[in-house]
């Protein structure tokens, strides 16, 4: 199977824009695709990580985007329908149904957005990139090359997890726990969380132990 993986950014992106404006990361999964006359239409699920604030504006300011519709919340996760006219070309208008995604796009908060995605046919992943570059997407290929299928890996976009879970995971990973030489204590990030160091290292063991044996599993080199 040929793997092309690419780092892309397009100022109309709803998400890309947004990540960038709240300092906000986004792992999410485009779904189907559809015209209605002359409207298309672009499901989306997103996983927002990030300061709760900033979500919470980030939410918000999609809310009153008049392209967005069947908007549904459920914590930092949103489930919404992006209506574009038919004219406005986004990197997804361009996507082939004999393309799939092997992996979750994720969106920085400078507003790029990494692809990984699949063919059996080399050929169509090099047009969907020619496709890309023409409408002025800026666009980096990272790698285009054939790989067995057990090297590919889909993961959850999001592990089940509480919300001190997930609120202990953002504030270490925002905070620079996770670099090296560690740029911050444990204590630090509870008092930022406002709980007790011990409830705090408890939240961020249980979501490490749930997160790492998948990413463990199916880590290779890149």
Known sequence: MWVAKLRLKHDDCVIG????????????????????????????FETLVGDEKAVELFIGDLKGDPTITNLEVQGNSIFFLNELSVQQTIPTTHYNPKIFFIK???????????WEIGSWDEQLLRDF????????????????????????????????????????????????????????????????????????REHLRRAEKKIMPDLVKNVRDE
């Open 104 to 114: 979750p796009v994720v969106v920085d908060n400078k507003g790029y957005e990494s």
């Open 17 to 44: 824009r947004r990540c960038k404006r709240f300092n906000v990361v986004s792992i999410g999964i485009p779904f189907n695709s559809y015209r209605d006359g002359d409207k298309a239409y672009f499901s989306h």
């Open 129 to 200: 990139i020619v496709n890309l570059q023409k409408e002025h997407f800026e666009v980096k290929i990272l790698k285009i090359q054939d790989e067995k299928i057990n090297q590919i890996y889909f993961p959850q976009v999001m592990p089940f997890l509480t919300k001190g879970q997930k609120r202990a995971l953002e504030i270490a990973t925002q905070r620079g726990y996770y670099d090296f030489p560690r740029n911050v204590e444990l204590k630090d990030l509870a008092a930022e969380a406002g709980i007790s160091l011990s409830t705090f």
